[in-house]
């Protein structure tokens, strides 16, 4: 999860009414190709949660706040995210989970790097530095989207994806000793190149890390 920055609604949404049209009934296949544009555009081609890849036909258009609980919020742009088909995590998991409105958060208003430490082994924990009732916050994210499971697939997958950067940490490393100026130069480089990447995330709190 980080932060993602909402950009102009869909227009198709102007049209839809709470209380007059349906989401299923009266939504459209392109009106849902406008939206997925606009989702695109903020989050790139990855849940808003998670960061995996979402490929077509594995993913839905999420509403944070859910349909059952805030149905005034239907058509509302800024309750509209693009979520992955995971039935243990993410959007499926939030809306089958018992919680308190405002006590997760929410990617386009909350930075997640204010809250949540990714490690090198795949876990995210709650950052050391957070009062308590950012603490909780942190905590009741990572419980409802089930981001940490231990025996979930999510803290494998992130854990596969850094692997790969460990060589890259140690030439960080090496280059901060010698040459501060460099290394910056560097760091900025790789963390360019992973943007828009898969579980970035986890593979950019790996590389600031030191």
């Known amino acids: 999860m980080h932060k993602l920055e909402r950009r102009e609604a869909p227009k198709c949404l102007s049209r839809f009414r709470h209380g007059r049209d349906h989401w299923r009934r009266d939504v459209s296949a392109e009106d849902k190709k406008e939206?997925?544009?606009?989702?695109?555009?903020m989050q790139g081609h990855r849940c808003a949660y998670c960061e995996d890849v979402l490929p077509e036909g594995r993913r839905h258009i999420e509403h944070f706040r859910q349909q059952s609980h805030y149905p005034q919020g239907t058509f509302q742009w800024s309750n509209l995210f693009g979520s992955c088909e995971k039935q243990d995590?993410?959007?499926?998991?939030?809306?089958?989970?018992?919680?308190?409105?405002?006590?997760?958060?929410?990617?386009?208003?909350?930075?997640?790097?204010?809250?949540?430490?990714?490690?090198s082994d795949g876990r995210i924990v709650p950052r050391n530095d957070l009062s308590a009732s950012s603490r909780h916050r942190a905590e009741e994210t990572l419980r409802v989207f089930n981001l940490d499971h231990e025996r979930g697939a999510l803290r494998q997958m992130r854990h596969s994806a850094v692997q790969g950067y460990l060589g890259t940490v140690e030439e960080l490393k090496e280059w901060s000793e010698l040459d501060e100026a460099l290394y910056i130069e560097y760091l900025h480089e790789e963390l360019k190149a992973i943007a828009g990447q898969s579980f970035e995330t986890a593979i950019r709190h790996l590389l600031t890390a030191h």
């Open 35 to 41: 939206i997925w544009e606009k989702l695109e555009a």
């Open 89 to 119: 995590s993410c959007g499926r998991r939030k809306d089958r989970t018992t919680y308190r409105e405002g006590d997760i958060l929410k990617p386009d208003v909350d930075d997640p790097d204010d809250y949540l430490q990714f490690l």
